[in-house]
């Protein structure tokens, strides 16, 4: 079993809603992230996850909130956002962290399908 | 922040000729690694290079990293329609403050192959 599943495919929400995306993983990976892809642009880093704890913050607007709450379980709470937020979040896992494999081979990253996001 | 430029942007093609991207940092790289995104899709791994110089080989993709771990590149020899997509390198950077350990994808190349 090498899949990222994320839920749901695709959600419109209102600014004024409350929402989470869904990610989940069973390859015993222990890193996870959350990417942001808007159209014809590369995907960029929001959050990551290491051991179940937050280890890199992107600098990533307060309403968006990230939760871990398993090593198999990735969530992105989103709360009052703006238009300009909607995109193709992308959720990936690895078995470490890249930091601790940097100049060793394997650790691949898998990526979920994404879920579409349009605010309005 | 560390950047991994990405040239060209878009690349147009006739089935059976040869695509190549290429990739470049300013600073050197720990790891390079290359997805391929298709239309609609999600990045999925292609590859990930380590050693200065290394060349690795899947069917029709050649991928290289330069010896001094600053550029990388794909090569793509006999394109085919299922070539189509979006491909992206991406870094990783050792000892770079907040970028340490993650991946700073370029830009990205649109290949599209005219059959």
């Known amino acids: 079993d090498t899949e990222v599943t994320q839920t749901p495919k695709h959600l419109v929400m209102g600014m004024t809603n409350k929402k989470s995306l869904k990610c989940e993983q069973h390859?015993?990976?222990?890193?996870m992230y959350w990417y942001k892809q808007k159209a014809k642009k590369p995907p960029e880093l929001m959050f990551v996850?290491?051991?179940?704890?937050?280890?890199i913050n992107e600098s990533v607007p307060s309403r968006f909130s990230p939760e871990c709450p398993n090593s198999s379980l990735l969530n992105l709470h989103l709360h009052a956002l703006q238009p300009e937020d909607s995109a193709l979040y992308l959720c990936?896992?690895?078995?470490?962290?890249?930091?601790?494999?940097?100049?060793?081979?394997?650790?691949?990253?898998?990526f979920g399908e994404g879920s579409w996001l349009t605010v309005v | 922040g560390q950047q991994v430029m990405q040239i060209p942007q878009y690349q147009h093609v006739q089935e059976g000729e040869d695509f190549t991207t290429y990739c470049n940092s300013s600073?050197?790289?720990?790891?390079i690694q290359w997805y391929k995104q298709r239309p609609g899709g999600h990045p999925v791994f292609l590859i990930q290079?380590?050693?200065?110089?290394e060349v690795k080989k899947q069917k029709r993709l050649t991928f290289q990293f330069g010896e001094a771990k600053k550029n990388s590149s794909l090569h793509i020899t006999a394109t085919q329609t299922t070539d189509v997509g979006t491909y992206f390198c991406?870094?990783?950077?050792?000892?770079?403050?907040?970028?340490?350990?993650?991946?700073?994808f370029g830009k990205g190349t649109k290949l599209s192959v005219k059959p």
């Open positions: 600073t050197t790289l720990s790891n």
């Open positions: 990936a896992s690895s078995q470490y962290h890249l930091s601790l494999t940097s100049g060793r081979g394997g650790n691949t990253i898998y």
């Open positions: 290079l380590v050693k200065s110089g």
């Open positions: 996850y290491s051991y179940e704890k937050l280890s």
């Open positions: 390859m015993g990976h222990r890193a």
């Open positions: 991406a870094g990783i950077y050792l000892n770079y403050g907040g970028s340490q350990g993650n991946l700073i």
